[in-house]
């Protein structure tokens, strides 16, 4: 591949840009959920206040689900770069409208935007990190990226959380509205800088064509049905992360008697489980064959602790169970985006959208089965959600089995003599 510079720096500068982008994108969305009650509270125009912090959170993933598959479309047409650099510099834009009128439908109208432009950065940042490098490298780079965008959705609520407390610590002298306001400012300049150092990186890093790297030239004909499947699954880890946050959420404030801050550590225990299992086993894991294998056992594994969650009868013993799903899940969906974007060809970016649209699609449904389940069966709901996950899993096992007994069956009609390709 053609390089400027340095073959050792050049790509590392790359990688640099493009991870603070992620990371810049979701701290901007997370700054913001701590702060919306109070600016709410202060007179924003309305009183359901807990009704449109769900709807201003829902209205960004919204955006970044309808968004990404086009986005992702785009970039195997015209290239990665091109379409990173725009999707942070809407981002970095998207505050313009509450700045000029500091409104409910303008904090609505930001929040669409946001996750429109993130949707140009999360999938189509995983496509071009996959391809940039070493083959053997893809899992360690993915990985980066993954704990990059969680490493922003924790240290969002966190900045947003000191910057609210200045708000009640000044009280009349620093409105909530203002303090919105500052927080959006930040988001402007966190993106803002992302823009350059991803230009820098796409300049000065090796450059690629319009549809991708040589690998993405000729996919194989089983790639269609290889990418159906893997969207299948990652929906259904989707599904079940949004299930385990709602029900263990109900669990921990219902029985346990716990409050608000026990749930948001179980929520952090969660996440960083997630991130500390991508970042020390993807690298290794993914240079295994048999991708959708090892994140079917995930998902089974995660089903069964799942079930025990009722048993934790302490907050210690929930936050180590909620580590352990989160390593699971983090790690299944994971290695279903390798297997995806190995196995998508020339439309790697659309395949990574279209999961990244699946992915929040299956969190969504599986938050209100988690809710709805729990309001009938209380504890029971664990149970429920876990025979649904492992009953799902089995369906998808048995189907990648089908599919690749039907590939191997071809290969040998077609090709006598010589042993079918394996999977990636």
Not at 131 to 145: C, F, K, T
Not at 251 to 271: D, E, I, N, Y
Request: net charge positive; with cysteine; hydrophobic share 55%.
């Amino acid at each position: 591949m053609p390089m400027n510079g340095d073959g050792a720096v050049a790509p590392a500068l790359r990688h640099a840009g493009v991870l603070y982008g992620a990371f810049a994108v979701a701290l901007a969305y997370g700054m913001l959920i701590p702060l919306v009650p109070a600016y709410l509270e202060a007179g924003a125009g309305s009183t359901h206040v807990a009704l449109h912090s769900g709807a201003l959170a829902a209205m960004f993933m919204a955006g970044a689900s309808v968004a990404a598959p086009f986005w992702g479309h785009l970039s195997d047409r015209i290239g990665r770069a091109r379409v990173i650099l725009a999707g942070l510099a809407g981002a970095a834009a998207a505050p313009v409208p509450f700045a000029l009128s500091q409104g409910l439908p303008e904090l609505y109208l930001f929040q669409g935007l946001a996750g429109v432009f993130f949707g140009a950065v999360a999938p189509v940042a995983a496509a071009l990190l996959f391809e940039d490098g070493d083959p053997l490298g893809s899992g360690r780079r993915l990985a980066l990226l993954g704990a990059a965008t969680l490493g922003g959705y924790l240290a969002g609520p966190v900045l947003g959380g000191w910057m609210g407390g200045l708000s009640e610590a000044a009280r009349d002298a620093l409105p909530a509205r203002e303090v919105v306001l500052m927080a959006l400012a930040a988001h402007a300049s966190v993106v803002g800088l992302a823009v350059p150092l991803a230009w820098a990186g796409m300049r000065f890093g090796p450059r690629y064509a319009a549809a991708g790297d040589a690998r993405g030239a000729a996919p194989a004909p089983r790639s269609l049905g290889a990418v159906i499947l893997a969207l299948s699954a990652a929906m259904l880890a989707a599904f079940t992360l949004g299930g385990f946050e709602i029900s263990t959420a109900l669990h921990v404030r219902g029985p346990l008697g716990l409050g608000s801050r026990a749930v948001a550590a179980v929520f952090v225990a969660c996440a960083l489980g997630m991130l500390i299992a991508q970042l020390a086993f993807l690298p290794r894991l993914s240079l295994r064959t048999g991708r959708t294998a090892w994140a079917f056992g995930l998902l089974a594994g995660v089903a069964a602790l799942l079930a025990g969650v009722p048993l934790a009868a302490s907050l210690g013993a929930t936050l180590a169970t909620g580590g352990l799903i989160g390593a699971g899940l983090g790690l299944a969906i994971a290695l279903l985006g390798l297997q995806t974007a190995a196995v998508a060809g020339r439309r790697r970016g659309l395949a990574l959208g279209l999961q990244n649209s699946a992915v929040n699609a299956g969190q969504a449904i599986g938050s209100y089965s988690g809710g709805a389940l729990f309001a009938w069966l209380a504890q029971g709901s664990f149970a429920a959600l876990s025979l649904a996950i492992a009953a799902g899993t089995l369906l998808l096992a048995l189907a990648a089995r089908a599919q690749r007994a039907r590939i191997h069956s071809n290969g040998e009609r077609h090709e006598p003599g010589k042993a079918a390709r394996p999977s990636p």
